[in-house]
């Protein structure tokens, strides 16, 4: 235990007598200054002799104490290895004892007919995705259809109010701001166009990946 009390200030010179105090020397050879330590001839050799001494002890037990922690980790991971060892062991010896059987012999004629329903599987969720694509896809034509029908109605009609303002001059007024409205109204149905469009673009090609797997697939269905 340290002679000097921890967590408790100490003044220097108390400190150092206590910790010369503690050492197994003769007390004659040394003597306190006020600022410093005195000592003798030959003192400080022995207590550099100690000191060394001590250091070696502590480094004989650190490394004893790393020599115990690895050769503890080397136990541990030998003994995982065996526990491994055995287990592959038993399994093989398992497996040896069952090779023979004829029901193992039918599971493995079987296998591949039970892993054959998978490609039918995929195969019905890309013709459900197909279909549903195909009925998106549809929705998304009418639509367009729509807006488009929309879009030449509304330019009729604006063509009309043009015509008819440039033949009536007293309602000219009155058609330029109908003529506005119009454009107004024109400019989402545009975007509306336009965003509807690209989606059918996105969704034909979906359409066209959809089909070509679902070729892929049937093709391997046909081949099992």
Request: one cysteine or more.
């Amino acid at each position: 235990a340290s002679v000097i009390p921890e967590g408790q200030f100490i003044d220097n010179k108390k400190a150092s007598e206590k910790l010369l105090g503690s050492i197994d020397v003769v007390h004659t050879q040394y003597k306190f200054g006020h600022t410093k330590v005195f000592f003798k001839s030959g003192l400080l050799g022995q207590l550099e002799e100690m000191r060394d001494e001590k250091l070696d002890a502590q480094v004989t037990m650190t490394h004893a104490l790393c020599r115990g922690y690895v050769l503890k980790k080397e136990f541990a991971n030998m003994m995982d290895r065996r526990e491994s060892i055995f287990s592959i062991q038993l399994n093989i010896r398992s497996f040896m004892n069952v090779k023979n059987w004829p029901w193992l012999k039918l599971y493995f004629k079987i296998k591949p007919l039970l892993e054959s329903d998978e490609p039918d599987k995929e195969l019905q969720n890309m013709n459900e995705n197909y279909e549903k694509m195909q009925s998106q896809l549809a929705t998304d034509l009418a639509k367009k259809k729509d807006l488009q029908d929309k879009m030449v109605s509304l330019l009729q009609e604006k063509n009309d109010l043009q015509l008819q303002g440039a033949s009536e001059t007293e309602n000219l007024s009155d058609a330029d701001e109908r003529c506005e409205g119009l454009n107004k109204s024109k400019i989402p149905l545009e975007g509306e166009l336009t965003e509807t469009a690209e989606r059918l673009e996105d969704e034909e090609e979906i359409n066209a990946e959809l089909s070509a797997k679902k070729r892929k697939l049937e093709d391997e269905c046909s081949e099992l």
